[in-house]
T-cell receptor, first 120, second 111 residues
Framework: DTGVSQNPRHKITKRGQNVTFRCDPI?????LYWYRQTLGQGPEFLTY????????KSRLLSDRFSAERPKGSFSTLEIQRTEQGDSAMYLC??????????????????FGEGSWLTVV | DQQVKQNSPSLSVQEGRISILNCDYT??????FLWYKKYPAEGPTFLIS?????DKNEDGRFTVFLNKSAKHLSLHIVPSQPGDSAVYFC??????????FGKGTSLLVTP
């Protein structure tokens, strides 16, 4: 399978604990995105990387959230001191943007199957 | 503020008929539009896209229409099949902005 891979698929954690999700993008995709989706809503943008550089963070990404993509391949999303409001599906997506093309515009992103987080 | 709006939370269509899913947007800078399909407990799957330089794009049973003056796009599925039952998300992008999603429309295709 050469699609976007996320793990774990499900995570139940107690409030206050830290959790980490991993995303492996489609090979040779230079862009990697994190989104969050809650019930009844569409995916909401959190952050994205161009290779290893984190280029944008949404205001939804509080200080308790940190994302990395150390070698420009896989990425991790860590949530510290989890709160019940963090319960959601965390979606990773990737895309290939040719050099020089406007960021985002005309760029199709491909999602993984998501990681469900339940904070109890 | 919601820049991409899908005003119909749900739609029910008989198998074999046409399904029409609608989407409106407010940001005139959007120049690329996409539809994604999502089954429960799975990530969204890309279906079809359209650039603002076109007004129609077709891929098999799926056709997307774009009306820039009305800031409206629609997805037509003909003929509808039970396997098409899912949540459909409209998304739009503009240079320098993240892909912006609507809240989705749940399509049910009945036999």
């Amino acid at each position: 399978d050469t699609g976007v891979s996320q793990n774990p698929r499900h995570k139940i954690t107690k409030r206050g604990q830290n959790v980490t999700f991993r995303c492996d993008p489609i090979s040779e995709h230079n862009r990697l995105y994190w989104y969050r989706q809650t019930l009844g809503q569409g995916p909401e943008f959190l952050t994205y990387f161009q290779n290893e550089a984190q280029l944008e963070k949404s205001r939804l990404l509080s200080d308790r959230f940190s994302a990395e993509r150390p070698k420009g391949s896989f990425s991790t999303l860590e949530i510290q001191r989890t709160e019940q409001g963090d319960s959601a599906m965390y979606l990773c997506a990737s895309s290939f943007l040719p050099p020089g093309q406007n960021i985002f515009s005309g760029n199709t992103i491909y999602f993984g199957e998501g990681s469900w987080l339940t904070v109890v | 503020d919601q820049q991409v709006k899908q005003n119909s939370p749900s739609l029910s269509v008989q198998e074999g008929r046409i399904s029409i899913l609608n989407c409106d947007y407010t940001n005139s800078m959007f120049d690329y539009f996409l539809w994604y399909k999502k089954y429960p407990a799975e990530g969204p799957t890309f279906l079809i896209s359209i650039s603002s330089i076109k007004d129609k794009n077709e891929d098999g049973r799926f056709t997307v229409f774009l009306n820039k003056s009305a800031k409206h796009l629609s997805l037509h599925i003909v003929p509808s099949q039970p396997g098409d039952s899912a949540v459909y998300f409209c998304a739009a992008s503009a240079p320098g902005y993240a892909l912006n999603f609507g809240k989705g429309t749940s399509l049910l295709v009945t036999p």
